[in-house]
């Protein structure tokens, strides 16, 4: 028996020295500023890390340390960088949210962002202060399975699709814009960039399609499409990420099925689709088999969803390498969905379900919150709402006010957890009057919590937005979606035996979306529409959850605000 038990701990240790020897702690020095850019063709501004645009990509192993040491080279404004998706299982202060879990960092100072990838999938980083996103700081995170380990699935190559919009006017001015009284709005994107890359004033399918003048590329130019080179009868890996500021998009290869087989860093059961929907803050991994005609090249699309188009298709090509990559495809880009085609968006998102084996929900929650998204207005501002409040966030990290017990630096108040039951979400307000808070949902550590995010009516009548909401520090199960208001007897519609594990979903106009999570994580996490607008102007609330149990918060993340003060009064 002694013997037995002696082997089994050898065997344990083994194993732990082991992983500990696979995993590495991976360095990178980064400096971020603003350069001139030609993303689409046409000059302007764009954040840039190392004098890259989009940033560097991030490849790691499961299990790896990161270690980012962050300078801020932008001389009048701060930074922070969210790494979206990768859940800071201990280290809640780096995730990258001003005023949430961080100071923002100043110009000329430097912040180190030290976690661990603990679970392989496909991630993407970006900023997370005011409209930086939208200027064009994010890349690429990738984590692959740790040693020893395999995917569910087999591919002989795999490439990676940053998506994001583009303006021409900056991210400042598009600030000012959605905060001024009164209102203007930005209006749409001016391009589609495929790993930064769109063209604004040519078309690569003008031979098609008749539409603006044939691009002409060397190869050299900063707005020239990345190829996709594949061989014949081979099977790659797409991964594929939005970080757009505002529009969906749906994605198309000519002549080819693809694979859906992961979704926000959770495998998926493998479903076959012609074209997937991507919301702003969605990843997905796909596979494609090159079984085509090998001496055609073909079209891959990417089309707005969800909003009037406005903006071209972004296009690249797949090209075949038995063929030259300048013979551009005879036949049109494809067409997707008509914009506002929801049965069809529904129907897709309704098909993702969970791998078998994948952790399953518990069977009932502790808390139920309800979240009503209005558009409103504060004093003549047009803002968004939730359950009636603007979030608006405040100057001292809620991560050190909490840790530290510093009461006045926000509403203790809780917000509401629900909204009046008398209100019609099918038609607008009759008052639209709101107002500014930031009080936040305090969790008990280690319950379970049923977020139903309810869509409304905007301000002008008939009109409902799509919003994609993600959730930093969790994985929720989508338990589904449903029309109109959301009513108990719809629980009954819930999936308990497969749902998704995702960080980001949808949720469609006029409709509901049930989702469950664990609040396991310590921490304060916000939870938030990735529209970049909408959360800017108010769309968002913040869970705090086993704060007790933070350790090691470093001083300088957190001195700013009331826990500066609190800080240096305390250096002794």
């Avoid at 996709?228 to 939005?242: C, E, F, G, I, M």
């Avoid at 079984?291 to 079209?299: G, L, T, V």
């Avoid at 298709?313 to 049109?332: E, K, V």
Wanted: one cysteine or more.
């Amino acid at each position: 028996m002694v013997y037995r038990d002696c082997l089994i701990l050898i065997t344990c240790f083994s194993f732990l020295i082991q992983l500990c020897l696979a995993a590495k702690t991976r360095y990178f020095k980064w400096e971020v500023e603003y350069m001139y850019w030609s993303p689409d063709c046409m000059e302007g501004a764009v954040m840039g890390i190392n004098g890259q645009f989009p940033g560097p990509t991030i490849r790691a192993v499961a299990g790896d340390t990161i270690v980012v040491n962050l300078k801020n080279k932008l001389h009048t404004e701060g930074v922070v960088i969210h790494w979206h998706g990768i859940r800071q299982l201990g280290t809640p202060w780096v995730d990258g949210t001003a005023s949430i879990s961080q100071c923002a960092i100043n110009p000329g100072e430097t912040f180190v962002y030290r976690y661990k990838v603990d679970k392989a999938g496909t991630y993407f980083y970006h900023a997370h202060f005011g409209m930086q996103r939208s200027a064009g700081l994010y890349g690429s995170l990738i984590v692959e399975v740790g040693e020893g380990e395999k995917e569910h699935f087999q591919y002989d190559g795999e490439f990676s699709l940053l998506l994001s919009d583009w303006w021409h006017i900056s991210s400042h001015e598009q600030e000012m814009a959605i905060s001024s009284k009164p209102f203007r709005w930005i209006g749409e994107p001016q391009s589609l960039l495929i790993n930064g890359r769109g063209q604004y004033n040519c078309s690569l399918a003008a031979h098609v399609t008749n539409t603006l003048t044939q691009c002409q590329f060397i190869g050299n130019e900063q707005c020239a499409p990345q190829i996709l080179h594949v061989q014949p009868n081979q099977t790659y890996r797409l991964r594929v990420a939005s970080t757009t500021a505002l529009v969906s998009l749906n994605m198309q290869i000519g002549k080819h099925k693809m694979v859906m087989v992961e979704a926000d860093g959770n495998y998926i059961q493998p479903v076959t689709v012609d074209d997937l929907d991507i919301y702003s803050g969605e990843t997905y991994s796909v596979l494609i088999h090159t079984d085509q005609d090998p001496s055609k090249n073909y079209w891959i699309s990417f089309s707005v969803r969800g909003r009037e188009p406005k903006t071209p298709q972004a296009l690249t090509i797949l090209n075949y390498q038995t063929t030259s990559a300048s013979h551009l495809p005879l036949s049109p880009p494809p067409v997707s969905p008509l914009w506002d085609d929801y049965n069809h968006s529904k129907s897709f998102s309704n098909n993702i379900l969970a791998l078998m084996g994948s952790p399953k929900p518990p069977i009932s929650y502790n808390r139920r919150i309800i979240l009503l998204m209005t558009q409103n207005t504060i004093d003549g501002f047009m803002k968004w709402a939730i359950n009636n409040i603007s979030l608006a966030l405040p100057p001292t990290p809620y991560l050190g006010a909490i840790k530290y017990r510093l009461r006045n630096a926000f509403d203790q108040k809780s917000p509401p957890e629900n909204f009046p039951e008398d209100y019609d979400v099918m038609k607008p307000a009759t008052n639209t009057n709101s107002t500014y808070g930031n009080g936040i949902y305090m969790l008990k550590f280690m319950t379970t919590v049923d977020v139903i995010l309810q869509n409304a009516n905007a301000l002008k009548e008939n009109v409902s937005d799509i919003h994609p909401w993600h959730m930093h520090g969790h994985d929720f199960w989508v338990l589904g979606y449903g029309e109109g208001k959301f009513k108990d007897e719809d629980v009954k519609k819930f999936n308990l035996e497969n749902p998704p594990l995702k960080n980001t979903a949808v949720v469609f106009p006029f409709g509901w979306t049930a989702l469950r999570f664990v609040a396991d994580n310590p921490g304060v996490w916000p939870f938030h529409c990735h529209i970049e607008p909408h959360f800017h102007m108010g769309m968002g609330v913040v869970f705090a959850e086993g704060v007790y149990r933070v350790k090691g918060i470093p001083n300088h993340a957190l001195a700013c605000g009331l826990t500066g003060r609190f800080l240096m009064s305390h250096r002794h």
